[in-house]
């Protein structure tokens, strides 16, 4: 198969699967505020071409549900090549400036196609009610 087939099929099913997002999101993949905002990362980031259309593809993929929103600061560090710490501070800035808007939507879509890994997230127990104390049950030892 030559690379423009595979290039075609892949096309087709990111076509798919844009079909199927919903309207807040398809503007997100589609919109040049986004393209803006992705100008204005790599600027502040210094980051290079290949690192910026990298950093597009990721965007993409957590909002096609291709990628667990939880692994981006993973694979922005890992994909562009940059510290963990300053993968954060982009990963942190898309969600709350770029996603922010349809995060409801994103957060559907991360559920139905990441259930497994949303419901393996480690929960912390509820902390217990107080025990009532009868103040009769209490001794008192110095008065004995």
């Known amino acids: 198969?030559?690379?423009s087939l595979k290039d075609t099929g892949s096309w087709n099913i990111f076509g798919l699967k844009y079909l199927n997002l919903p309207l807040s999101l398809q503007n997100i993949l589609m919109d040049s505020p986004t393209?803006?905002?992705v100008a204005e990362i790599s600027d502040t980031y210094h980051l290079l071409e290949s690192q910026a259309r990298e950093l597009s593809?990721?965007?993409?993929n957590v909002i096609i549900g291709d990628l667990f929103i939880g692994n981006m600061t993973s694979e922005i560090g890992e994909r562009l090549n940059l510290p963990p710490e300053t993968a954060q501070q982009i990963?942190?800035?898309i969600v709350s400036e770029l996603f922010?808007?349809?995060i409801?939507?994103?957060k559907k879509v991360q559920r139905e196609k990441f259930a497994n890994k949303i419901g393996n997230q480690?929960?912390?127990p509820a902390p217990k009610p107080?025990?009532?104390i009868n103040p009769g049950n209490v001794v008192n030892l110095r008065n004995k």
């Open 57 to 60: 593809r990721i965007m993409g």
């Open 104 to 106: 409801e939507d994103i």
């Open 130 to 132: 107080p025990t009532d």
């Open 91 to 93: 990963r942190n800035q």
């Open 1 to 3: 198969m030559t690379d």
């Open 35 to 37: 393209m803006e905002f």
């Open 122 to 124: 480690p929960q912390t």
């Open 100 to 102: 922010a808007p349809a």
